[in-house]
């Protein structure tokens, strides 16, 4: 039983001072201890009860844990055994036994209610600067990125799949939105399945002028030629500058704080890795920021995070073909 002060209230900072004790308590399971022990003395309600939030619950997917970063317990149910989770395909999540397509995706992910930014959008908004629209990275890592993201919306919305990295197309459905529908076509001309690089290779030709013009379309980027090179250069310049660097700010509070992301940043966070842009959203940032970056990608949510590590791999072979 918790110790209670002479008021009868709970003595919490009994709690306090025994987290803040390194040898009883890993620094990075103190946050979700403290959380634990307050929420222990908050009132339930019988009607609607709450709902855990640990990464070992089993109503909740690996890929979404609420602390990003921290080890997943195996669950455990009465008596301490361990509870199976028997959803479709859960017990080979991450196995290494050839699975097709289709059940990868009843094995689960996000769906299309999840997605509430257009993930090459924010990637495009990630990629440049948000006051003067200038570069932040090579060209073809840009190219390349923004490519994937266009992978990433057919892949959250269920179109496709990515499957021991080939591209496979599960949906026809048109797209609502019209270059995510051009994509898919493009995809669907091509019978059987492709390597992703050679996916991110084809698309990555014109992908920067796309975005940039569904962006403009949108009112969101306004399109300026430099008259003073030769030859002209064209550089978006966003139009609000606060909504510009509002996706670095939205990736960098929750990073740096471990906080939990939707799955649509916990997809655009894989691809600021794979690109090469967690230098600049990260920049100042602890370690451990880094570490929960890098925790996302390796325990993501599986068709994803093989996106981002085949585009990390095609982005390093392509700058350094460009090099030499």
Same mark, same amino acid.
């Not at 022990?37 to 939030?53: G, K, N, Q, Y």
């Not at 908004?125 to 057919?154: D, F, N, V, W």
């Not at 794979?274 to 880094?290: I, K, M, S």
């Given at each position: 039983?918790?110790?209670?002060?002479?008021?009868?209230?709970?003595?919490?900072?009994?709690?306090?001072?025994?987290?803040?004790?390194?040898?009883?308590?890993?620094?990075?399971?103190?946050?979700? +201890?403290?959380?634990?022990?307050?929420?222990? +003395?908050?009132?339930?309600?019988?009607?609607?009860?709450?709902?855990?939030?640990?990464?070992?619950?089993?109503?909740?997917?690996?890929?979404?844990?609420?602390?990003?970063?921290?080890?997943?317990?195996?669950?455990?149910?009465?008596?301490?055994?361990?509870?199976?989770?028997?959803?479709?395909?859960?017990?080979?999540?991450?196995?290494?036994?050839?699975?097709?397509?289709?059940?990868?995706?009843?094995?689960?992910?996000?769906?299309?209610?999840?997605?509430?930014?257009?993930?090459?959008?924010?990637?495009?908004?990630?990629?440049?600067?948000?006051?003067?629209?200038?570069?932040?990275?090579?060209?073809?890592?840009?190219?390349?990125?923004?490519?994937?993201?266009?992978?990433?919306?057919?892949?959250?919305?269920?179109?496709? $799949?990515?499957?021991?990295?080939?591209?496979?197309?599960?949906?026809?459905?048109?797209?609502?939105?019209?270059?995510?529908? $051009?994509?898919?076509?493009?995809?669907?001309?091509?019978?059987?399945?492709?390597?992703?690089?050679?996916?991110?290779?084809?698309?990555?030709?014109?992908?920067?002028?796309?975005?940039?013009?569904?962006?403009?379309?949108?009112?969101?980027?306004?399109?300026?030629?430099?008259?003073?090179?030769?030859?002209?250069?064209?550089?978006?310049?966003?139009?609000?500058?606060?909504?510009?660097?509002?996706?670095?700010?939205?990736?960098?509070?929750?990073?740096?704080?471990?906080?939990?992301?939707?799955?649509?940043?916990?997809?655009?966070?894989?691809?600021?890795?794979?690109?090469?842009?967690?230098?600049?959203?990260?920049?100042?940032?602890?370690?451990?920021?880094?570490?929960?970056?890098?925790?996302?990608?390796?325990?993501?949510?599986?068709?994803?995070?093989?996106?981002?590590?085949?585009?990390?791999?095609?982005?390093?072979?392509?700058?350094?073909?460009?090099?030499?």
């Amino acid at each position: 039983m918790p110790s209670t002060l002479a008021d009868g209230r709970p003595d919490l900072d009994r709690f306090v001072r025994a987290a803040e004790r390194p040898p009883a308590f890993r620094p990075d399971r103190r946050d979700l +201890f403290l959380r634990d022990v307050m929420a222990s +003395f908050l009132p339930r309600s019988p009607i609607a009860p709450t709902v855990p939030e640990t990464p070992g619950d089993p109503r909740n997917t690996p890929w979404n844990a609420h602390f990003v970063g921290l080890p997943l317990p195996p669950t455990t149910g009465q008596c301490g055994r361990t509870v199976r989770d028997r959803r479709p395909g859960r017990e080979k999540m991450g196995s290494s036994d050839a699975r097709t397509p289709r059940a990868a995706r009843r094995a689960g992910g996000p769906g299309p209610d999840d997605v509430r930014h257009p993930l090459a959008d924010d990637l495009f908004r990630l990629a440049h600067h948000h006051l003067i629209g200038r570069p932040l990275l090579h060209p073809r890592a840009t190219a390349y990125g923004l490519a994937s993201a266009l992978l990433a919306e057919l892949l959250y919305t269920g179109r496709i $799949t990515v499957h021991h990295g080939d591209v496979y197309v599960l949906s026809t459905e048109p797209p609502a939105d019209g270059l995510t529908h $051009t994509v898919l076509d493009q995809l669907t001309a091509e019978r059987g399945a492709h390597p992703v690089g050679t996916w991110l290779a084809y698309l990555a030709g014109s992908v920067v002028e796309r975005v940039a013009g569904r962006l403009h379309q949108a009112g969101h980027v306004r399109r300026e030629t430099s008259r003073l090179r030769v030859p002209r250069t064209v550089t978006w310049v966003p139009v609000e500058p606060t909504t510009a660097g509002w996706p670095s700010a939205r990736l960098a509070m929750a990073l740096r704080g471990g906080r939990r992301l939707d799955p649509a940043d916990q997809g655009l966070a894989a691809l600021t890795w794979a690109t090469g842009l967690d230098r600049h959203v990260l920049d100042g940032a602890p370690a451990r920021a880094r570490d929960n970056l890098r925790a996302l990608v390796d325990h993501g949510w599986p068709p994803m995070a093989e996106l981002a590590r085949l585009t990390h791999a095609a982005i390093g072979r392509s700058v350094t073909t460009y090099r030499t």
